[in-house]
């Protein structure tokens, strides 16, 4: 991974300048480049400048100026502003500065028509095969950083965020357990692996953190920092062209988000097929995946039942009132 000599500085000059900084400072110090946010931030610091704002403050009207939508622009252009307003918003509060904060319907994607790419249990291990042979380097750590991240989205059902923001404190490697800290839904929950996964852990560890601190994290290049979503992005389109996985493109997938939708999916099987109670088991789905209610975790009941026909009527049997048709609205997952 290409990482910048040096990070790209602009002058704040409106009256919440110094939250500016502040935040952009902050995303830099847990490892984030963040300089296009940065190029985007000034141009939200000169719009600020024109408007009869209190200092350190972020009224209601002025972020709704700014999010709302220009002529012939992309829904996700107008998304990507609106996220950044928001994550500057929420270190304003949590610093005790006034701010509004947009809500996640302005904020959240359009559930898309995609659907899921559920991995066979031989694509899985043709993929994994093909992350354990990922050209080594000496000046670079993907070739043992990516069997281990791409194992554990799958093994233990994460985000690839989640996995990437793991500190060398959140993985106990006496306990076998990952902690999640400051999710995607602000909650945190406290995840057990398979002894497999947690050998691989301990292998990775000795490898890479001889000399690290607790707060470094976990995946993390040579040079230190933190991994981009784009590295392993890099990482898993190598290992599926190797595995003979067809990709088809952006908006087609597979994604690496698919290896999270298989772990829930091929859990559900199996408890259908060891003819397990789901209508007890199901919440520990939802806790363990950290969905912040049931209604999150139904869409993998219609999921199951549809690329596993021959298990529908158990799902049904039980869930038939909870499973949502084709086309419902559901939080990405």
Not at 88 to 115: H, S, W
Not at 247 to 263: E, I
Not at 309 to 315: P, V
Request: charged letters at 25%.
């Amino acid at each position: 991974m290409k990482i910048p000599e040096k990070y790209m500085e602009f002058t704040f000059s409106s009256p919440i300048s110094e939250c500016i900084e502040k935040f952009i400072a902050q995303q830099r110090a847990i490892g984030f480049v963040f300089n296009d946010q940065s190029k985007h931030l000034r141009s939200f610091d000169r719009f600020v400048s024109t408007q009869n704002c209190p200092p350190n403050t972020l009224p209601k009207e002025l972020v709704n100026m700014w999010i709302d939508s220009r002529p012939n622009e992309k829904p996700t252009t107008q998304r990507k502003r609106a996220n950044l307003i928001k994550q500057l918003g929420q270190f304003m509060v949590k610093n005790g500065y006034e701010a509004y904060i947009p809500p996640i319907t302005v904020t959240r994607a359009i559930p898309p028509d995609y659907i899921p790419y559920i991995y066979t249990n031989e694509e899985l291990a043709r993929f994994f095969t093909a992350t354990d042979n990922l050209p080594r380097s000496s000046a670079s750590n993907r070739s043992l950083a990516a069997p281990v991240f791409f194992r554990m989205l799958y093994g233990c059902g994460l985000r690839e965020s989640e996995g990437r923001k793991l500190r060398v404190r959140d993985v106990d490697l006496e306990k076998g357990t990952l902690a999640i800290n400051a999710t995607k839904l602000g909650k945190s929950r406290l995840i057990p692996m398979a002894p497999s996964l947690l050998q691989r852990c301990r292998d990775y560890s000795r490898q890479v953190h001889k000399h690290s601190n607790p707060d470094d994290f976990f995946f993390a290049p040579s040079k230190g920092g933190m991994y981009s979503r784009g590295a392993f992005l890099r990482m898993f389109h190598e290992s599926l062209r190797k595995a003979k996985i067809p990709y088809g493109g952006k908006g087609k997938g597979p994604r690496m988000h698919d290896m999270r939708h298989t772990f829930a999916v091929h859990c559900l099987r199996k408890w259908s097929q060891n003819s397990t109670d789901i209508t007890t088991a199901f919440p520990y789905l939802a806790v363990y995946m950290g969905h912040c209610d049931l209604r999150s975790s139904q869409y993998y009941l219609r999921l199951t039942s549809e690329l596993f026909e021959h298990i529908t009527d158990s799902l049904n049997e039980q869930f038939s009132d909870v499973i949502p048709k084709a086309g419902d609205v559901y939080e990405n997952n």
